[in-house]
């Protein structure tokens, strides 16, 4: 019986002594709190010394830094990483503009816009190998041991992955169309690249090169050899290429010695004609539309370029760039510009002139100017979203244009190659009607 | 005729509204309970551990952080998770009961809040079977919790229902039995002649060594029958995982635990007022201040005074809770059959002769 209510008496006291720890520790919350907060308190970090000055070295590698106004847009870095966590762009502005890239804090005088500069710092392994060849050191390791230019930071932690990838360069919109960015920017917004604004240039070499076959002109397509596989009949043509061309004969000329010494030497395989018959090609006469249309100027949006307002400007780009999305033509094209900048309160005299420059002799009597068949080679068809239809379409393509077939040939058997494998859809169709204009 | 059928519509109307309007008050009151009480208990927890508890999720312009008050918004958030989780029967369970159990359980804690006063005047209803009532309808739950853990047809649930069903039922004794200790004293079931006695005398817990001695046999066997720690065996979650809960998941957790805190309200309101006065200021208690004093004694003083009673009794339970280790199953019969039921009947006896003296 005594036993039992020493039981109960002990029971008490070990309970009443409980409640007073317990009791303690809740009074006492504010000083005996063991949780850091850590998203917003750190711990202090301390100062480390390893007996040399920390300052020197690169000891503590906690993330890339780009100094992006001191980038030239060299690449080396990009090249130095072993696993390719650096990505840059560049461009370069065309020439004769007069767009200032700045220079560099050691002076050097910057020749491109970089236009991107991303370090993926979730690839990085911070070996610090992209630090040594930057000629302007503008990339280097920061949180270094008491870096004062940078914090350590330590923990280097983020919700997403996203935000490791550290983009560095961070151009504005207007200069990039500054310097001629614009397929830069499409690629960005995910559109096909514009078609090149100049469309005569390779029409006049080939013709240039038919009329007058300089040596010169011949060299760059030796390299049309290199598709050759074998080494001693890459070889040997070249060889004949080589003296053929030094001997000033044309292409066609060039490529029947070819085969003359290839067929001597017994090698002429079937790959070889395939390369020489390509190699043929570029001389065959381009199409005579291409000729016709390369006359007619496309509206140019460098035009715009004159306008000194740099708002002005880049709106006016803007809508050109959307306008010939819409496949509009020059006159509509003014008209928009025009009516935008009247909208935004932007439009001067002079400013009116400059955009009306864009389609000067449009006569008005056509009612629909042929569509501009500027571009006339393959990649014209990666429109086509459907794989397999695109595959198809080019595999067609290259066959009739290997055949010397003209443009809207051409544009005719793609289209019957899609319609008997069954692929030919509606948005196929109005693409190929609107490469091959109304000539398809 | 017409008149006849005018009057039944009209008490049907006007009892239906009422009966409507004090429905959704014992709702409020159970969801808000439910709320604050999770809150607070997480913070006593944490500061009794060292720890700081919730402090990210703010709510109302209390921005999350280190403010004191960061986390005030987790458990309005907790709750809306709870409610947008999805809702799992397991393929085995006996569907009709599994779904049924929740809500006895939640039936028996809001028909309990008829007869729980929280001031003299807010009272669903003044039964001449007040505590009665309240002591009955309490021990309802039990039927929802042995059905769950049945329903459940899982091992552990069910025996953690059963140990429930067992403790409830033990601790019913103890509990009982001190609260006829007050009911002899005061000659009354009614809960406002029961205050009335403490408003003309004093407060039951000073009445005698023996009221003072059942205070404390009650409030044991309240948290006992609340199933919290150290009594907590039926979902010690050590053994049984989550005990009778263990299968079920959003809204009809949210049920059993929106129960759980309500009869934790229950006990507390009880206790404070069949033993500290109920809705009596402390200053009415002694006669030595003066009666300008008794100004705190009004018809809304008197449900702060209620609340502030319970939430200290509540607190007093998330104390025991982050103090004691859980108790073994003999143990815990152990003390309710040889060391609460045997102290409630001889302070039963003694408060006898105590009032014939």
Not at chain 1, 22 to 47: G, S
Not at chain 1, 280 to 307: C, F, G, M, W
């Amino acid at each position: 019986m005594s036993e039992y209510f020493a039981n109960i008496f002990y029971g008490l006291k070990s309970f009443a002594e409980g409640l007073q720890l317990t009791m303690r520790h809740f009074r006492n919350r504010k000083d005996l709190v063991a949780t850091l907060q850590y998203p917003h308190e750190k711990w202090p970090i301390e100062d480390r010394h390893i007996g040399f000055p920390l300052e020197e070295y690169n000891i503590i590698r906690s993330r890339l830094n780009v100094d992006i106004d001191d980038c030239i847009g060299c690449l080396q870095c990009e090249r130095a990483c072993p696993v390719d966590c650096i990505k840059i762009e560049t461009i370069k502005p065309p020439k004769g503009s007069d767009f200032d890239c700045g220079i560099t804090s050691n002076g050097t005088k910057m020749k491109m816009l970089v236009a991107r500069f991303s370090i993926d710092m979730t690839e990085c392994m911070f070996c610090n190998l992209c630090t040594f060849p930057c000629p302007e050191d503008c990339i280097y390791m920061v949180g270094g041991p008491n870096s004062s230019k940078h914090e350590i930071e330590y923990e280097y932690a983020s919700r997403d992955r996203e935000s490791l990838i550290f983009q560095f360069a961070n151009p504005s919109e207007s200069d990039v169309l500054a310097v001629g960015g614009e397929n830069y920017l499409r690629a960005k917004a995910g559109l096909p690249p514009l078609a090149p604004e100049v469309p005569v240039k390779p029409v006049e070499t080939v013709s240039t090169a038919t009329e007058k076959p300089t040596p010169t002109a011949g060299e760059p397509d030796v390299k049309v050899l290199n598709g050759i596989t074998d080494r001693m009949v890459r070889a040997t043509a070249k060889k004949a290429f080589m003296a053929a061309a030094r001997g000033g004969s044309d292409l066609a000329a060039i490529a029947k010695s070819i085969q003359a010494a290839l067929e001597e030497a017994g090698k002429f395989t079937d790959e070889a004609k395939a390369v020489l018959d390509s190699l043929a090609v570029t001389q065959t006469p381009t199409p005579v539309t291409v000729n016709e249309v390369s006359s007619e100027a496309k509206p140019d949006i460098k035009t715009l370029n004159v306008l000194e307002d740099k708002m002005v400007r880049g709106m006016a780009k803007k809508i050109f760039m959307a306008e010939s999305r819409g496949g509009k033509s020059a006159s509509e094209m003014v008209d928009a510009i025009l009516a935008g900048l009247k909208e935004a309160d932007k439009l001067t005299p002079e400013t009116e002139a400059v955009v009306r420059q864009l389609a000067p002799e449009v006569p008005v009597s056509t009612p629909k100017p042929s569509a501009p068949v500027t571009d006339f080679n393959v990649k014209v068809l990666n429109g086509i979203e459907d794989r397999m239809t695109r595959g198809l379409a080019k595999k067609a393509f290259m066959a009739a244009q290997r055949e010397g077939k003209s443009a809207s040939e051409i544009i005719q058997t793609v289209q019957t190659a899609l319609s008997e494998a069954d692929k030919l859809t509606d948005d196929v169709k109005t693409l190929l009607l609107s490469i091959g204009g109304d000539k398809a | 005729m017409n008149g006849i059928w005018a009057s039944t519509l009209d008490i049907l109307t006007s009892y239906g509204s009422m009966i409507s309007l004090a429905g959704v008050g014992i709702f409020l009151i159970m969801a808000v309970n439910a709320l604050v009480a999770v809150y607070f208990e997480r913070k006593v927890s944490a500061f009794m551990q060292d720890r700081l508890g919730p402090m990210e999720v703010g709510i109302f312009g209390f921005k999350g952080g280190k403010k004191f008050w960061g986390g005030i918004g987790q458990t309005i958030a907790d709750t809306v998770k709870l409610l947008t989780k999805e809702d799992i029967l397991p393929d085995s369970a006996d569907k009709k009961l599994m779904i049924l159990a929740p809500f006895i359980i939640f039936i028996g804690a809001f028909v309990t809040f008829i007869g729980v006063p929280f001031s003299s005047v807010l009272l669903v209803s003044n039964f001449n079977i007040g505590i009665f009532y309240i002591i009955a309808m309490s021990s309802v739950g039990v039927v929802g919790i042995i059905l769950a853990g049945w329903a459940s047809n899982n091992k552990w649930s069910l025996y953690g229902s059963l140990r429930s069903a067992a403790q409830i039922i033990s601790y019913e004794i103890p509990a009982g039995l001190s609260l006829i200790l007050v009911v002899l004293v005061a000659g009354s079931l009614n809960i406002h002649d029961i205050v009335g006695w403490q408003a003309d005398h004093r407060w039951f817990i000073f009445h005698s060594p023996m009221a003072f001695l059942a205070f404390f046999v009650y409030f044991i066997s309240g948290v006992a029958e609340t199933n919290r720690t150290p009594f907590d065996i039926p979902e010690a979650e050590s053994e049984l995982v989550a005990g009778w809960m263990t299968e079920y998941s959003g809204f009809r957790w949210a049920l059993f635990f929106l129960s759980e805190y309500a009869n934790m309200l229950i006990v507390c309101i009880l206790t404070a007022v069949v033993f500290l006065g109920g809705w009596l200021s402390p200053m009415a208690m002694f006669n030595i201040f003066p009666e300008s004093w008794l100004i705190f004694d009004g018809i809304w003083w008197g449900a702060f005074w209620i609340m502030f009673k319970a939430i200290f009794l509540i607190f007093v339970m998330m104390w025991f809770r982050w103090t004691f280790p859980r108790l073994r199953v003999d143990q815990l019969m152990y003390l309710c059959w040889k060391v609460l039921i045997p102290f409630a009947l001889v302070n039963l006896v003694l408060v006898s002769i105590w009032e014939l003296l």
